[in-house]
């Protein structure tokens, strides 16, 4: 029999393939709240928590207690010195007084803890507090949107709002520095 070298030697089947990618298992739909949901049954939001990208924030979990309102505004005040921002006396005085109003807010839908965030771009800051509640049925405070009004009439607020969720409701204020 003649010797057959490696290439002329043809083998008798084909190579074995890799098996196609599964198809990755899809996440469940979303409930548009369009079936069985009856009334007074809230559709979920995309909103997650809050999110900050692309700018330097800090945020602190606080317990619903008379003292909460002080506290966040010496950490606002001391994070805003720490980032360099020189305030003036006046400006001192309405960062604190925004600060107030939004921690009151949060604290008045009567939820075991709250969250106070604040985040700084380009000589303005966010004040935001989150009253983490769940029961929905109820609403928040009543009155709960005047602080909007109040917030409005302050000089060093360019804007501000309220937004309620699933998860609770967040006022926020965006003051100039």
Known sequence: ?????TADHHPDYPPKTPPPPKKPISPPRPDTGGGSSGPGTVAATGRRGVAMRNRRGVNWPMDNAPWTTAKARRR???QLAEWGHRLSDPAVEVTSR???????AALADESKRISVHLTDQDEQACILALSHGTDLTAGYAPGGDRVLTELGTLPVVSSCGTDIA???RRIWAVVNL
């Open 166 to 168: 699933p998860d609770g």
């Open 76 to 78: 606002v005040l001391v």
């Open 98 to 104: 925004v600060v107030q109003l939004v921690v009151t």
């Open 1 to 5: 029999m003649p010797s057959q070298t």
